[in-house]
């Protein structure tokens, strides 16, 4: 990195790569709390069920077929079939891991973004901030091991838009030479 302008270039692309990623985990850690949720709302929501079936309508036939029957079997099952799927499905583990991985890069890019003003209101790159930006890329280095392999492609696509939008490049501070 022997030209300012390359060296510029290479932290405003780290920038924006972090935004990225932390905008891609934020959604993630959205959608997966909203499955939680989901699972857990039909499990209540069957419960219940079972037992206003198994009640309310245990002695209730349509054709002589006792429907409180069926609906308490079926109700039943469901619940049994969510309660015993959900800890496989282990989204409490990776509601933590994708917490973890969003909290780093939010940290990472709030440090980037200080860089990133240091150099438009400078309009030069700092020892001090090529050092920074160094031990920042050993932290994000550690992350890979951890992040979703592979990424959710349409949901990279929607973050990148949105991070463009943000962050336009045109909007960087760039060297002359």
């Known amino acids: 990195m022997d030209n300012l302008k390359d060296q510029v270039s290479i932290i405003y692309d780290e920038f924006r790569t972090t935004e990225l990623s932390k905008e891609y985990y934020s959604q993630r850690i959205s959608r ?3 499955k939680l949720r989901n699972i857990d709302i039909y499990l209540a929501l069957f419960a219940a ?3 206003v079936a ?3 309508l245990w002695n209730y036939s349509i054709f002589g077929v006792q429907i409180g029957q069926i609906a308490f079997g ?3 099952g469901i619940a049994l079939m969510l309660g015993l799927a959900k800890p496989y499905l282990r989204l409490e583990d990776d509601l933590e891991r994708l917490s973890s991985i969003q909290g780093t890069y939010a940290s990472i890019a709030h440090i980037l973004k200080d860089i990133v003003n240091n150099i438009k209101s ?3 790159l700092e ?3 090529k050092k920074v930006y160094s031990a920042l890329r050993q932290i994000r280095g550690g992350l890979e091991a951890k992040e979703d392999k592979p990424p959710d492609s349409k ?3 929607k973050t990148q838009d949105i991070v463009n939008n943000r962050y336009p490049p045109e909007e960087f501070w760039w060297p002359d030479k």
Do not use: Q
């Open 54 to 56: 198994g009640f309310g």
């Open 49 to 51: 069920g079972s037992g």
């Open 127 to 129: 020892d001090s901030d």
């Open 74 to 76: 079926f109700l039943a």
């Open 122 to 124: 400078s309009k030069a």
């Open 155 to 157: 949901l990279v696509d």
């Open 32 to 34: 997966t709390r909203k």
